[in-house]
Protein backbone atom coordinates (compact mmCIF):
# COMPACT_ATOMS: atom_id res chain seq x y z
CA UNK A 1 0.00 0.00 0.00
CA UNK A 2 3.06 2.37 0.19
CA UNK A 3 2.70 3.17 -3.52
CA UNK A 4 -1.18 4.00 -2.88
CA UNK A 5 -1.58 7.96 -3.99
CA UNK A 6 -3.76 10.09 -1.97
CA UNK A 7 -5.66 13.39 -1.86
CA UNK A 8 -5.82 15.52 0.98
CA UNK A 9 -8.73 17.82 1.43
CA UNK A 10 -10.01 20.26 3.64
CA UNK A 11 -14.12 21.07 4.69
CA UNK A 12 -15.14 24.34 6.51
CA UNK A 13 -18.01 22.23 7.15
CA UNK A 14 -18.84 18.74 8.48
CA UNK A 15 -21.58 18.97 6.72
CA UNK A 16 -19.89 18.42 3.46
CA UNK A 17 -18.73 14.85 4.33
CA UNK A 18 -21.45 12.51 5.18
CA UNK A 19 -21.53 10.60 8.18
CA UNK A 20 -21.03 7.23 6.69
CA UNK A 21 -18.09 8.62 5.27
CA UNK A 22 -16.50 9.81 8.59
CA UNK A 23 -17.97 6.90 10.92
CA UNK A 24 -16.20 4.25 8.87
CA UNK A 25 -13.01 5.87 9.74
CA UNK A 26 -13.83 7.36 13.22
CA UNK A 27 -15.73 4.17 15.03
CA UNK A 28 -15.71 1.28 12.34
CA UNK A 29 -16.77 -0.60 15.46
CA UNK A 30 -20.27 0.11 15.47
CA UNK A 31 -21.14 -2.02 12.71
CA UNK A 32 -22.17 -4.81 15.10
CA UNK A 33 -24.54 -2.43 16.30
CA UNK A 34 -22.96 -1.56 19.41
CA UNK A 35 -21.52 2.13 20.74
CA UNK A 36 -19.09 3.90 19.08
CA UNK A 37 -15.59 3.47 21.54
CA UNK A 38 -15.42 7.68 21.50
CA UNK A 39 -18.31 9.15 20.77
CA UNK A 40 -16.97 12.35 20.70
CA UNK A 41 -15.19 12.25 17.35
CA UNK A 42 -18.50 10.91 15.60
CA UNK A 43 -20.22 13.01 12.92
CA UNK A 44 -23.11 13.79 15.24
CA UNK A 45 -21.28 15.06 17.86
CA UNK A 46 -19.19 17.11 16.07
CA UNK A 47 -21.49 18.24 13.92
CA UNK A 48 -23.68 18.98 17.13
CA UNK A 49 -20.63 21.68 17.73
CA UNK A 50 -21.01 23.31 14.77
CA UNK A 51 -24.74 23.64 14.34
CA UNK A 52 -24.89 24.65 17.51
CA UNK A 53 -22.39 27.92 16.80
CA UNK A 54 -20.57 26.10 19.78
CA UNK A 55 -17.43 26.45 17.05
CA UNK A 56 -17.13 28.32 14.08
CA UNK A 57 -17.27 31.69 13.73
CA UNK A 58 -16.56 34.20 16.28
CA UNK A 59 -15.27 31.37 18.82
CA UNK A 60 -11.57 30.79 18.23
CA UNK A 61 -12.29 27.38 16.98
CA UNK A 62 -12.88 27.63 12.89
CA UNK A 63 -13.43 24.12 11.55
CA UNK A 64 -10.97 22.65 8.98
CA UNK A 65 -11.66 19.42 9.18
CA UNK A 66 -9.22 16.95 7.07
CA UNK A 67 -10.14 13.97 4.85
CA UNK A 68 -7.73 11.61 3.29
CA UNK A 69 -8.84 9.93 0.21
CA UNK A 70 -7.31 7.10 -1.81
CA UNK A 71 -8.51 4.29 -3.93
CA UNK A 72 -11.76 5.91 -4.36
CA UNK A 73 -13.10 6.67 -0.81
CA UNK A 74 -12.37 8.35 2.33
CA UNK A 75 -9.79 6.44 4.46
CA UNK A 76 -8.70 9.37 7.07
CA UNK A 77 -10.66 12.01 8.12
CA UNK A 78 -9.43 14.33 11.23
CA UNK A 79 -11.42 17.45 13.61
CA UNK A 80 -9.18 20.31 12.77
CA UNK A 81 -9.49 23.96 14.03
CA UNK A 82 -7.79 27.38 13.48
CA UNK A 83 -7.58 28.62 17.16
CA UNK A 84 -7.34 32.37 17.61
CA UNK A 85 -6.69 31.65 21.79
CA UNK A 86 -5.93 28.31 23.87
CA UNK A 87 -9.20 28.28 25.52
CA UNK A 88 -11.12 24.99 25.70
CA UNK A 89 -8.12 22.59 24.93
CA UNK A 90 -7.01 21.15 28.86
CA UNK A 91 -3.83 20.41 27.35
CA UNK A 92 -2.22 24.16 28.68
CA UNK A 93 0.50 25.82 26.20
CA UNK A 94 -0.49 30.08 27.37
CA UNK A 95 3.00 29.89 28.55
CA UNK A 96 4.42 28.68 25.10
CA UNK A 97 2.10 31.50 23.84
CA UNK A 98 3.64 34.14 26.31
CA UNK A 99 7.04 33.36 25.94
CA UNK A 100 6.91 33.39 21.77
CA UNK A 101 4.99 36.80 21.75
CA UNK A 102 7.39 38.41 24.35
CA UNK A 103 9.91 37.39 22.17
CA UNK A 104 8.43 38.85 18.90
CA UNK A 105 6.51 36.17 17.25
CA UNK A 106 3.32 35.67 16.60
CA UNK A 107 1.92 32.22 18.80
CA UNK A 108 -1.73 32.55 17.17
CA UNK A 109 -3.42 31.40 15.32
CA UNK A 110 -2.43 28.37 15.21
CA UNK A 111 -3.88 24.31 14.47
CA UNK A 112 -5.33 22.35 16.90
CA UNK A 113 -6.07 18.94 15.88
CA UNK A 114 -8.38 18.27 18.92
CA UNK A 115 -12.24 17.59 20.06
CA UNK A 116 -13.16 20.99 21.62
CA UNK A 117 -13.85 21.62 25.11
CA UNK A 118 -13.52 17.78 25.61
CA UNK A 119 -10.44 16.64 27.56
CA UNK A 120 -11.22 12.29 26.65
CA UNK A 121 -7.83 10.22 25.09
CA UNK A 122 -9.43 8.74 22.10
CA UNK A 123 -7.49 8.29 18.12
CA UNK A 124 -7.36 11.96 16.71
CA UNK A 125 -5.83 10.36 13.72
CA UNK A 126 -9.00 8.56 12.28
CA UNK A 127 -8.41 5.98 9.62
CA UNK A 128 -10.75 2.94 8.31
CA UNK A 129 -8.93 -0.15 9.03
CA UNK A 130 -6.38 -1.43 7.01
CA UNK A 131 -5.38 2.04 5.94
CA UNK A 132 -3.99 2.94 9.68
CA UNK A 133 -0.35 4.16 8.42
CA UNK A 134 -1.18 5.72 5.07
CA UNK A 135 -4.11 7.26 6.69
CA UNK A 136 -2.25 8.68 9.38
CA UNK A 137 0.56 9.82 7.88
CA UNK A 138 -1.70 11.36 5.16
CA UNK A 139 -3.19 13.53 8.17
CA UNK A 140 0.14 14.55 10.06
CA UNK A 141 1.00 15.70 6.28
CA UNK A 142 -2.08 17.39 5.99
CA UNK A 143 -2.19 19.38 8.96
CA UNK A 144 1.58 20.37 8.82
CA UNK A 145 1.45 21.76 5.07
CA UNK A 146 -1.52 24.02 6.41
CA UNK A 147 0.14 25.18 9.34
CA UNK A 148 3.68 26.07 6.91
CA UNK A 149 1.88 27.39 4.12
CA UNK A 150 0.04 30.09 6.34
CA UNK A 151 2.86 31.00 8.32
CA UNK A 152 1.24 29.52 11.58
CA UNK A 153 3.36 28.68 14.80
CA UNK A 154 2.61 25.73 15.48
CA UNK A 155 -0.02 22.92 15.08
CA UNK A 156 -1.29 20.83 18.02
CA UNK A 157 -2.63 17.13 18.39
CA UNK A 158 -4.54 16.86 22.24
CA UNK A 159 -5.33 13.84 23.94
CA UNK A 160 -4.28 11.09 21.23
CA UNK A 161 -3.68 7.78 22.17
CA UNK A 162 -0.52 5.97 23.42
CA UNK A 163 -0.04 4.38 20.09
CA UNK A 164 -0.07 7.76 18.23
CA UNK A 165 2.03 9.80 20.11
CA UNK A 166 4.83 7.07 19.27
CA UNK A 167 4.18 7.26 15.97
CA UNK A 168 3.71 11.28 16.12
CA UNK A 169 7.60 11.02 17.11
CA UNK A 170 8.52 8.97 14.44
CA UNK A 171 7.13 11.59 12.53
CA UNK A 172 9.06 14.00 14.23
CA UNK A 173 6.31 16.04 15.95
CA UNK A 174 7.42 16.93 20.33
CA UNK A 175 5.88 14.45 22.84
CA UNK A 176 4.03 15.77 25.36
CA UNK A 177 2.79 13.64 28.81
CA UNK A 178 0.12 14.93 31.01
CA UNK A 179 -2.18 13.21 33.78
CA UNK A 180 -6.16 12.47 34.79
CA UNK A 181 -7.74 10.46 36.88
CA UNK A 182 -10.02 7.58 35.96
CA UNK A 183 -11.22 4.65 37.84
CA UNK A 184 -10.63 1.17 36.33
CA UNK A 185 -13.41 -1.45 36.94
CA UNK A 186 -11.91 -5.06 38.26
CA UNK A 187 -15.29 -6.93 37.36
CA UNK A 188 -16.71 -5.59 40.66
CA UNK A 189 -20.22 -7.00 41.30
CA UNK A 190 -21.50 -3.50 43.06
CA UNK A 191 -20.23 -1.09 44.90
CA UNK A 192 -19.55 -2.82 47.79
CA UNK A 193 -16.92 -5.00 46.12
CA UNK A 194 -15.28 -2.57 45.04
CA UNK A 195 -15.23 -0.81 48.09
CA UNK A 196 -13.76 -3.83 49.86
CA UNK A 197 -10.93 -2.93 47.81
CA UNK A 198 -10.06 0.17 49.53
CA UNK A 199 -8.17 0.53 52.96
CA UNK A 200 -10.77 0.36 56.32
CA UNK A 201 -10.22 4.02 56.53
CA UNK A 202 -11.30 5.42 52.88
CA UNK A 203 -14.13 3.00 52.98
CA UNK A 204 -15.77 4.40 55.80
CA UNK A 205 -14.87 8.06 54.62
CA UNK A 206 -17.24 7.28 50.99
CA UNK A 207 -19.57 5.19 52.90
CA UNK A 208 -19.62 8.78 54.87
CA UNK A 209 -19.90 10.64 51.94
CA UNK A 210 -22.71 8.81 50.05
CA UNK A 211 -24.89 8.47 53.01
CA UNK A 212 -24.48 12.79 53.80
CA UNK A 213 -25.17 13.46 49.78
CA UNK A 214 -28.15 11.23 49.59
CA UNK A 215 -29.99 13.05 53.15
CA UNK A 216 -29.54 16.42 51.00
CA UNK A 217 -33.25 16.48 51.21
CA UNK A 218 -34.61 14.77 48.58
CA UNK A 219 -34.12 11.95 45.89
CA UNK A 220 -31.04 11.35 43.05
CA UNK A 221 -32.37 9.29 39.59
CA UNK A 222 -30.34 8.68 36.58
CA UNK A 223 -31.99 8.84 33.18
CA UNK A 224 -30.80 7.75 30.12
CA UNK A 225 -32.19 7.41 26.27
CA UNK A 226 -36.21 8.68 26.59
CA UNK A 227 -36.29 9.25 30.17
CA UNK A 228 -34.46 12.45 29.30
CA UNK A 229 -37.20 14.94 28.47
CA UNK A 230 -36.16 18.59 26.53
CA UNK A 231 -37.10 20.42 29.57
CA UNK A 232 -34.46 18.50 31.42
CA UNK A 233 -31.93 20.58 29.36
CA UNK A 234 -33.24 23.65 30.77
CA UNK A 235 -32.42 22.95 34.17
CA UNK A 236 -29.27 21.67 33.34
CA UNK A 237 -28.24 24.76 31.01
CA UNK A 238 -28.30 26.94 34.35
CA UNK A 239 -25.99 23.72 35.79
CA UNK A 240 -23.81 24.74 33.14
CA UNK A 241 -23.86 28.06 33.19
CA UNK A 242 -22.87 28.39 36.68
CA UNK A 243 -20.02 26.30 36.69
CA UNK A 244 -18.92 27.57 33.02
CA UNK A 245 -19.02 30.93 34.81
CA UNK A 246 -17.15 30.00 37.79
CA UNK A 247 -14.33 27.73 36.28
CA UNK A 248 -13.43 29.46 32.55
CA UNK A 249 -15.27 33.12 32.76
CA UNK A 250 -18.27 32.35 30.46
CA UNK A 251 -19.48 28.47 29.30
CA UNK A 252 -17.97 27.73 25.62
CA UNK A 253 -21.12 25.42 24.70
CA UNK A 254 -23.98 27.22 23.31
CA UNK A 255 -27.67 26.06 24.95
CA UNK A 256 -28.32 24.78 21.44
CA UNK A 257 -25.81 22.54 22.05
CA UNK A 258 -28.03 20.30 24.18
CA UNK A 259 -31.16 20.25 22.22
CA UNK A 260 -28.96 19.16 19.24
CA UNK A 261 -27.23 16.36 21.86
CA UNK A 262 -30.97 15.27 23.22
CA UNK A 263 -31.84 15.23 19.11
CA UNK A 264 -29.17 12.87 18.00
CA UNK A 265 -27.37 11.42 21.17
CA UNK A 266 -29.37 10.99 24.20
CA UNK A 267 -29.63 7.25 23.68
CA UNK A 268 -25.69 7.91 24.40
CA UNK A 269 -26.50 9.63 27.95
CA UNK A 270 -26.41 9.41 31.40
CA UNK A 271 -28.01 12.36 33.34
CA UNK A 272 -27.77 12.48 36.86
CA UNK A 273 -30.12 14.55 38.65
CA UNK A 274 -30.90 15.67 42.59
CA UNK A 275 -34.31 16.29 42.98
CA UNK A 276 -36.23 17.93 45.80
CA UNK A 277 -39.54 18.28 45.11
CA UNK A 278 -39.50 16.54 41.83
CA UNK A 279 -37.35 19.98 40.90
CA UNK A 280 -33.73 19.22 40.11
CA UNK A 281 -31.47 21.22 41.94
CA UNK A 282 -27.86 19.55 40.87
CA UNK A 283 -27.21 17.61 37.90
CA UNK A 284 -24.18 15.84 36.40
CA UNK A 285 -23.76 14.74 32.68
CA UNK A 286 -22.12 11.93 31.34
CA UNK A 287 -21.71 10.04 28.00
CA UNK A 288 -21.67 6.24 27.24
CA UNK A 289 -18.80 4.87 25.45
CA UNK A 290 -18.69 1.13 24.28
CA UNK A 291 -16.20 0.60 27.33
CA UNK A 292 -16.26 3.77 29.07
CA UNK A 293 -18.29 6.20 31.10
CA UNK A 294 -17.30 9.76 30.25
CA UNK A 295 -18.31 12.41 33.02
CA UNK A 296 -18.63 15.68 31.35
CA UNK A 297 -20.67 18.55 32.97
CA UNK A 298 -21.70 19.02 36.67
CA UNK A 299 -23.73 22.16 38.24
CA UNK A 300 -25.80 23.04 41.45
CA UNK A 301 -28.11 26.06 42.39
CA UNK A 302 -27.53 25.18 45.81
CA UNK A 303 -24.58 23.37 48.01
CA UNK A 304 -25.02 20.62 50.31
CA UNK A 305 -22.31 18.65 51.57
CA UNK A 306 -20.64 15.62 48.99
CA UNK A 307 -23.22 16.09 46.58
CA UNK A 308 -21.09 16.79 43.82
CA UNK A 309 -19.49 13.62 45.14
CA UNK A 310 -22.27 11.58 44.64
CA UNK A 311 -23.73 12.77 41.30
CA UNK A 312 -20.02 12.82 39.29
CA UNK A 313 -18.08 10.21 40.68
CA UNK A 314 -20.15 7.34 42.90
CA UNK A 315 -22.90 7.33 40.67
CA UNK A 316 -21.07 6.89 37.73
CA UNK A 317 -18.96 4.12 39.51
CA UNK A 318 -22.29 2.35 40.10
CA UNK A 319 -23.70 2.90 36.29
CA UNK A 320 -20.48 1.40 35.02
CA UNK A 321 -20.00 -1.58 37.69
CA UNK A 322 -23.84 -2.58 36.58
CA UNK A 323 -23.48 -2.04 32.76
CA UNK A 324 -19.83 -3.62 32.99
CA UNK A 325 -17.91 -0.94 31.41
CA UNK A 326 -14.28 -0.75 31.96
CA UNK A 327 -13.56 2.71 33.17
CA UNK A 328 -15.07 6.18 34.51
CA UNK A 329 -13.19 9.00 33.04
CA UNK A 330 -14.30 12.15 35.13
CA UNK A 331 -12.70 14.98 33.45
CA UNK A 332 -9.40 16.71 33.64
CA UNK A 333 -7.65 17.55 36.77
CA UNK A 334 -8.89 16.48 40.75
CA UNK A 335 -6.24 15.59 42.67
CA UNK A 336 -9.43 15.37 44.97
CA UNK A 337 -10.65 12.36 43.01
CA UNK A 338 -7.87 10.53 44.25
CA UNK A 339 -9.48 9.39 47.34
CA UNK A 340 -12.73 8.29 45.76
CA UNK A 341 -10.69 5.02 43.53
CA UNK A 342 -10.16 7.04 40.34
CA UNK A 343 -5.90 6.63 39.72
CA UNK A 344 -3.80 8.63 37.96
CA UNK A 345 -2.76 7.66 34.14
CA UNK A 346 -1.14 9.19 31.63
CA UNK A 347 -2.14 11.44 28.80
CA UNK A 348 -0.46 12.51 25.60
CA UNK A 349 -0.21 14.88 22.62
CA UNK A 350 1.75 16.02 20.05
CA UNK A 351 3.11 19.44 18.91
CA UNK A 352 5.07 20.88 15.70
CA UNK A 353 6.56 23.69 16.07
CA UNK A 354 7.11 25.84 13.00
CA UNK A 355 10.34 28.17 14.51
CA UNK A 356 13.46 25.87 15.03
CA UNK A 357 14.50 28.14 18.22
CA UNK A 358 11.47 28.00 19.49
CA UNK A 359 10.82 24.19 19.27
CA UNK A 360 14.27 23.34 20.36
CA UNK A 361 13.05 25.39 23.89
CA UNK A 362 9.82 23.38 24.01
CA UNK A 363 11.15 20.54 23.69
CA UNK A 364 13.81 20.71 26.37
CA UNK A 365 10.55 21.75 28.45
CA UNK A 366 9.08 18.88 27.16
CA UNK A 367 11.82 16.16 28.59
CA UNK A 368 11.93 18.01 32.11
CA UNK A 369 7.87 18.37 32.46
CA UNK A 370 8.45 14.43 31.75
CA UNK A 371 10.26 13.77 34.39
CA UNK A 372 8.06 15.35 36.80
CA UNK A 373 4.91 13.79 35.46
CA UNK A 374 6.06 10.37 35.64
CA UNK A 375 7.25 11.52 39.42
CA UNK A 376 3.64 12.77 40.24
CA UNK A 377 1.97 10.04 39.12
CA UNK A 378 4.45 7.18 40.77
CA UNK A 379 3.84 9.58 44.39
CA UNK A 380 -0.25 9.76 43.74
CA UNK A 381 -0.28 6.28 42.75
CA UNK A 382 1.53 5.06 46.31
CA UNK A 383 -0.98 7.55 48.29
CA UNK A 384 -4.26 6.22 46.70
CA UNK A 385 -6.93 4.60 48.71
CA UNK A 386 -6.36 1.01 47.81
CA UNK A 387 -5.69 -1.52 50.40
CA UNK A 388 -1.76 -2.23 50.61
CA UNK A 389 -2.05 -5.44 52.10
CA UNK A 390 -4.58 -8.45 51.48
CA UNK A 391 -6.27 -8.31 54.94
CA UNK A 392 -7.66 -5.55 56.68
CA UNK A 393 -9.80 -5.10 59.66
CA UNK A 394 -11.46 -2.21 61.52
CA UNK A 395 -15.16 -2.06 59.07
Known amino acids: MTDTQIEIHTHQSLASITAQDWDACACPEVSDGARPIDPFTTHRFLLALERSASVGQGTGWQPHYLSVHAEGQIIAVAPLFGKTHSQGEYVFDHSWADAFQRAGGQYYPKLQLAVPFTPVTGRRFLTRPGYETIGRAGLVQGMVQIAAENSLSSAHVTFCTKDEAQAGAQMGLLHRIGQQFHWENHGYRDFDSFLENLSSRKRKQIRRERKQAQNFGGEIVTLTGEDIQPHHWDIFWQFYQDTGARKWGRPYLTRDFFDELHNTMRNDLLLVLALRD ?112 TVEEGD
Not at 286 to 310: D, K, M, Q, S
Not at 353 to 381: M, S, Y
Open 278 to 389: NHPVAGALNVIGRETLFGRYWGALEHHPCLHFELCYYQAIDFAIEHKLHRVEAGAQGEHKLARGYLPVTTHSLHWIAEPGFRDAVEQFLTAEKETVEGEIDILTSYGPFRKT
